[in-house]
């Protein structure tokens, strides 16, 4: 039933924005929701996050920490909700300005893919192509990122798969390898 109740929330929140939106003790509430309730309904309050942080940039980096812990959740593989968190994924991604969290978003996602099933992986390695698309600055970054790994592997970082906060990962710094 919440879930049905957010889905409903989800669409009528571009006109609710023009209002004032939503206020931080329910926002607090949607990440409450997020990180206790289940898969479904954690995917919903993620997709009304996503929708509130484009208005308010001031709990951008919680959203993307939300978003990298849920992509953990031991449940993801019998959810009926897949679909909804790889276009959020594809979402946050294009608007997402720090490359290092763009890396270890998508790191995360390639680590759950390769123990779920095949169609997963599939779908993971398109939503992150396509997120990548005409990003020319961070191609050349990535790029630039392989050359000082060839030169320099002596000082490679580890990536950190336990980390909570997809900025401090690693993930950008790290060899691709061991993913």
Same mark, same amino acid.
């Given at each position: 039933?919440?879930?049905?109740?957010?889905?409903?929330?989800?669409?009528?929140?571009?006109?609710?924005?023009?209002?004032?939106?939503?206020?931080?003790?329910?926002?607090?509430?949607?990440?409450?929701?997020?990180?206790?309730?289940?898969?479904?309904?954690?995917?919903?309050?993620?997709?009304?996050?996503?929708?509130?942080?484009?208005?308010?940039?001031?709990?951008?980096?919680?959203?993307?920490?939300? %978003?990298?812990?849920?992509?953990?959740?031991?449940?993801?593989?019998?959810?009926?909700?897949?679909?909804? %968190?790889?276009?959020?994924?594809?979402?946050?991604?294009?608007?997402?300005? /720090?490359?290092?969290?763009?890396? /270890?978003?998508?790191?995360?996602?390639?680590?759950?893919?390769?123990?779920?099933?095949?169609?997963? /992986?599939?779908?993971?390695?398109?939503?992150? &192509?396509?997120?990548?698309?005409?990003?020319?600055?961070?191609?050349?970054?990535?790029?630039?990122?392989?050359?000082?790994?060839?030169?320099?592997?002596?000082?490679?970082?580890?990536?950190?798969?336990?980390?909570?906060?997809?900025?401090? &990962?690693?993930?950008?710094?790290?060899? /691709?390898?061991?993913?």
């Amino acid at each position: 039933m919440l879930g049905g109740l957010l889905t409903g929330v989800n669409r009528s929140y571009p006109y609710i924005s023009k209002q004032g939106g939503i206020d931080e003790h329910n926002i607090n509430t949607l990440f409450k929701l997020v990180y206790v309730s289940n898969f479904n309904v954690s995917v919903q309050a993620l997709m009304l996050l996503y929708q509130i942080s484009g208005t308010k940039n001031d709990f951008c980096n919680r959203f993307y920490q939300a %978003l990298y812990s849920k992509l953990l959740d031991p449940t993801i593989s019998s959810s009926s909700k897949k679909a909804f %968190l790889l276009n959020l994924i594809y979402k946050s991604l294009k608007r997402d300005n /720090a490359t290092s969290r763009k890396v /270890a978003i998508a790191r995360r996602l390639l680590q759950v893919s390769n123990v779920d099933d095949p169609v997963l /992986a599939c779908a993971s390695l398109y939503t992150i &192509s396509e997120a990548n698309k005409n990003s020319v600055k961070e191609n050349d970054s990535l790029k630039s990122a392989e050359n000082k790994e060839e030169t320099d592997k002596a000082t490679d970082t580890c990536y950190d798969k336990a980390a909570r906060n997809p900025m401090y &990962s690693n993930a950008d710094k790290s060899a /691709a390898v061991g993913v």
